[in-house]
């Protein structure tokens, strides 16, 4: 074998070794999130199912309601730069894993259906796994983007 194979075998064991952690980092995140669900839905009947359909019904709104924190914060505010900071690596998580929490909805429900669904439906656009990474990482990319210069323009433009 030449060194170009070599370098080529290599380069995929390190391939290999680095889907193999950031999956386990993405699986770690996953089982955080559906134990932070069973304690906060305890109460539920229906165990893990109805703690899945708990989250889901929570997943929009817990965006919502962080988007609008930033945004009712005044100019100027650390809270503004904290969930910045969150929303960037929500963000990463999302660029490499894919959504966390829909990923743990679905381990609870058993369910394959996402939060992005209903909204492709309703847009006409077929439902599978390249549309919905797609419709995910273009509103959360460009939600970071709004974030990040409203920051800028928080800080440089006074």
Not at 86 to 111: D, H, P, S, Y
Request: hydrophobic share 55%; glycine share 6%.
């Amino acid at each position: 074998m030449d060194d170009s194979q070599e370098d080529i075998k290599e380069e995929v064991k390190k391939d290999s070794k680095a889907k193999r952690i950031l999956r386990e980092i993405r699986d770690g995140l996953v089982a955080v999130i559906i134990a932070l669900t069973r304690v906060v839905f305890f109460w539920l009947p229906g165990g893990d199912t109805a703690h899945g359909q708990a989250l889901m019904a929570l997943h929009p709104m817990i965006i919502g309601s962080v988007i609008s924190l930033f945004f009712i914060l005044p100019p100027h505010h650390p809270g503004r730069l904290v969930i910045l900071a969150v929303a960037l690596v929500v963000m990463a998580t999302q660029w490499l894993f894919g959504c966390v929490i829909t990923r743990a909805e679905q381990k609870l429900t058993g369910n394959t259906e996402t939060i992005v669904d209903p909204f492709l439906g309703l847009a006409n656009i077929a439902v599978n796994r390249d549309t919905r990474q797609a419709a995910t990482l273009a509103v959360g990319t460009a939600i970071a983007v709004v974030m990040v210069l409203v920051v800028a323009c928080d800080t440089f433009l006074r």
